[in-house]
């Protein structure tokens, strides 16, 4: 039996930040599928992109998860490539909850500027109606999702408390 947590959401909706303090506070194992991919191939995720393109990306990121979806009683921060088309809820059963976060463009905007370029989809976003656009895919995070919490203006540990307590009702 899986029992996986999964945080999916767009670039900058704090999966990896929440995800952290999610799984100390839960007692889970935190996975961030880029950083294992940046393990597995020996690339960051920038170059990975550079040298060998989006496609050569994603199949890393279906391979990661279809290797995590063998293991409990983590919490994943997804990537991109988990979405309903991909079969995002088939991968890890009915016995994981996906949890979709969410934050307003311009937080997100506001958020991915610091790290630009570290977010290849986001070089040439030089602008919020880019980022809006982009955003249009977090709908079929959304659909996708057991519940979603906006992080917008939120302290972390604020957000791990909604999580936890919706969790705890679920
Ligand atoms: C992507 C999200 C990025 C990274 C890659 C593609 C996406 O991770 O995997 O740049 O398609 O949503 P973060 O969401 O952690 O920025």
């Given amino acids: 039996m899986q029992n996986n947590i999964i945080l999916i959401g767009f670039m900058g909706s704090g999966k990896s930040s929440i995800g952290v303090r999610l799984a100390r506070r839960l007692k889970r194992t935190f996975v961030d599928t880029d950083r294992e991919i940046e393990k597995v191939t020996g690339m960051t995720v920038a170059e990975l992109f550079r040298r060998h393109g989006e ?39 009915e016995n994981s909850i996906i949890i979709c976060l969410k934050a307003p463009p311009e937080e997100i905007f506001a958020r991915v500027n610091r790290k630009k370029g570290s977010r290849p989809l986001l070089k040439k976003a030089s602008t919020l109606e880019d980022v809006v656009k982009l955003m249009e895919r977090h709908k079929d995070y959304e659909a996708m999702a057991d519940f979603t919490i906006d992080t917008g203006g939120k302290p972390q540990e604020q957000i791990v408390d909604e999580i936890v307590g919706r969790l705890r009702m679920s």
């Fill in 55 to 93: 496609v050569r990306f994603r199949s890393e990121e279906k391979l990661m998860l279809h290797k995590l979806k063998n293991r409990e009683n983590l919490v994943i921060a997804a990537g991109g490539s988990l979405t309903p088309e991909a079969g995002g809820r088939e991968i890890f059963g």
